[in-house]
């Protein structure tokens, strides 16, 4: 039995700004959201709830920078708070944060 790369343990949650792509957690990639609601997020092979993507982000360094052209710019949560991103530069650019941790730019 494979496991999930990523797993919703309860209909209860809501998860935002989640930024989870190209995961090999699993023999097949794939990730179990199941009964999650995901709202502000970029999610592969998941059906997304509206407002939100499955869409290649366009990691780019190989790391978890997105490139300024990606579907994750100015599409995070805008009331999150958080006005940093995981480099310590200023969030948001944009009109909105970035999806995941990153802030292209």
């Not at 797993?7 to 957690?25: I, M």
Request: charged share 20%; proline share 6%; hydrophobic share 40%.
């Amino acid at each position: 039995m494979a496991t999930s790369a990523a797993r919703c343990a309860s209909a209860a949650h809501t998860l935002v700004s989640v930024l989870s792509w190209d995961n090999a957690g699993s023999s097949t990639g794939e990730q179990d959201f199941t009964g999650c609601s995901l709202t502000y997020s970029n999610v592969e092979y998941v059906a997304v709830d509206a407002g939100a993507l499955s869409e290649d982000p366009l990691f780019v360094d190989g790391g978890f920078h997105i490139d300024p052209g990606s579907p994750c710019v100015d599409r995070g949560y805008p009331d999150a708070g958080v006005i940093v991103d995981f480099d310590g530069e200023v969030r948001p650019l944009g009109a909105a944060p970035d999806i995941g941790a990153d802030e292209a730019g």
